[in-house]
């Protein structure tokens, strides 16, 4: 991860309590419709867009086989992003301080930061049928190594709840290995959220709910009109 400001940080809480506020209400497709999805991104990004959407389409119609289990598409939908898409802000890819890119944007640019990685994920699993009720938003302090030293970071990432109890494992950006929550001493949770609202931690305490807020919602009509 990059140095974040104290101004990214406000950028991304606030990208935190709207994008819950979504989860509250936004339901998924039933059906992608390929054919539109890949019109939309070949026009808009053009033969290398095109060629990472195919591979992405690939990934998903593997990871819906009968014979594919929820830890298989997790693993299949993590080592795709992570090997298919590169790191980078909001500033470098968009030319704006917070933008929140939908999946189909993240593929055509070949880039996103840790939100957009997570918000990827979400999406291309609630695509291959795992429960948005398994599936958290995790906002933590993440301990980072730059230049010779140990620095915390503002990040996010995906937790699956295999049962409401169970431990979670972790889709990170960061790595494509999936370990338990546990495993994860670089990773301190603040807070976490989902359709059902917001999470000390990821335990099930402290839970509250969201203000609407209407950039959020520009981004689930455009993850609609995407085909999603």
Request: glycine share 8%; net charge neutral.
């Amino acid at each position: 991860m990059r140095p974040v400001s104290l101004r990214a940080a406000s950028s991304r809480a606030r990208f935190f309590s709207v994008l819950l506020a979504g989860l509250l209400t936004w339901q998924p497709g039933c059906a992608l419709d390929y054919p539109a999805m890949a019109e939309a991104i070949t026009q808009r990004w053009g033969p290398a867009g095109a060629d990472r959407f195919k591979g992405w389409q690939s990934m998903v119609q593997a990871g819906s086989r009968p014979d594919s289990s929820e830890l298989d598409r997790l693993a299949l939908v993590n080592a795709f992003f992570n090997k298919t898409i590169r790191f980078g802000t909001d500033l470098e890819i968009w030319q704006q301080e917070d933008y929140w890119a939908t999946p189909l944007e993240t593929l055509g640019r070949g880039a996103g930061d840790c939100e957009d990685f997570a918000i990827a994920k979400y999406f291309s699993l609630l695509a291959l049928g795992v429960p948005d009720t398994k599936l958290r938003f995790v906002y933590v302090r993440a301990l980072v190594q730059q230049d010779r030293a140990l620095r915390v970071e503002p990040h996010m990432v995906l937790a699956y709840y295999k049962t409401a109890t169970a431990e979670p494992l972790v889709l990170d950006n960061l790595t494509s290995i999936i370990g338990s929550a546990s495993q994860r001493s670089d990773l301190t949770p603040v807070y976490s959220f989902n359709k059902e609202g917001y999470f000390q931690g990821v335990l099930r305490t402290a839970m509250s709910r969201g203000t609407r807020l209407s950039r959020w919602e520009d981004l689930l009509v455009r993850v609609t009109n995407e085909g999603f």
